[in-house]
């Protein structure tokens, strides 16, 4: 079964510096039809004005994922990493027990645009972890790579739940087939551009909850960026 999340009727909020669509309750958007979906708790599509930003502000017992989509975003914790992340890079923060963070947009000249992405762990109470790499173009390039999964499965970045995140880019005309784990549920954010999924039409902003399928039929139909979430 496929249900699609069009991008219009995710939450909106719009701050000034801040431009986000909510795909799941946050902040002042709440909607009980969307209170998350499995272990997935937060897709936050982030545009972040030039020089702006979230200020130094806690969390705790999440893992909190970045995937940046346009410009340049800093981040600085309390536990003493410091980075700016561009396109293809992706970030996993572990909050644990507790950690101070800010995200900033770098460029005084240019937005910032990025997914906030957060995933309940499997316990609480993990110590408070960090991690950040660049991914390789051409393993992104007309496939979906594993880019976050439980420690010791070769993602990009570790995670503490049995939860997996896939990342593709598609040139116009691409297809591509993708088997789908029995007994698992997905969800598929489309980050740009525009494909058919199983012969339903996805345009950019717009998601897909997966279930009970074996497999999925992707056809580009723009040059495209997806986000696959596997799920329990």
Do not use: K
């Not at 499995?38 to 545009?47: H, K, P």
């Not at 999924?197 to 992707?218: K, Q, S, Y």
Request: glycine share 10%.
């Amino acid at each position: 079964m496929l249900t699609i999340r069009r991008a219009e009727d995710r939450g909106v909020a719009e701050f000034g510096w801040l431009s986000s669509r909510h795909t799941f309750s946050f902040g002042q958007y709440r909607n009980p039809r969307f209170d998350g979906y499995s272990d997935l708790l937060v897709i936050n599509d982030d545009v972040v004005s030039p020089g702006q930003g979230f200020g130094r502000h806690g969390h705790r017992d999440m893992e909190i994922i970045s995937y940046v989509l346009d410009g340049q975003l800093e981040h600085r914790d309390s536990l003493g990493n410091g980075s700016v992340m561009m396109h293809g890079d992706v970030q996993r923060m572990s909050a644990g027990t507790g950690v101070m963070h800010s995200e900033f947009n770098a460029s005084e000249s240019h937005c910032v645009h990025f997914y906030q992405i957060w995933i309940q762990p499997d316990r609480d109470g993990y110590p408070p972890s960090y991690e950040q790499t660049r991914l390789d173009p051409a393993a992104l390039a007309g496939r979906l790579a594993l880019i976050a999964a439980p420690a010791g499965e070769g993602a990009a970045v570790a995670i503490h739940q049995d939860a997996r995140l896939h990342a593709g880019r598609f040139s116009a005309g691409a297809r591509l087939t993708h088997a789908l784990p029995a007994r698992r549920r997905g969800y598929l954010q489309l980050a740009r551009g525009s494909l058919t999924v199983n012969g339903l039409p996805l345009d950019e902003g717009d998601g897909l909850f997966i279930e009970d399928e074996a497999r999925l039929d992707l056809e580009s139909v723009q040059d495209s960026e997806v986000l696959l979430f596997d799920l329990r």
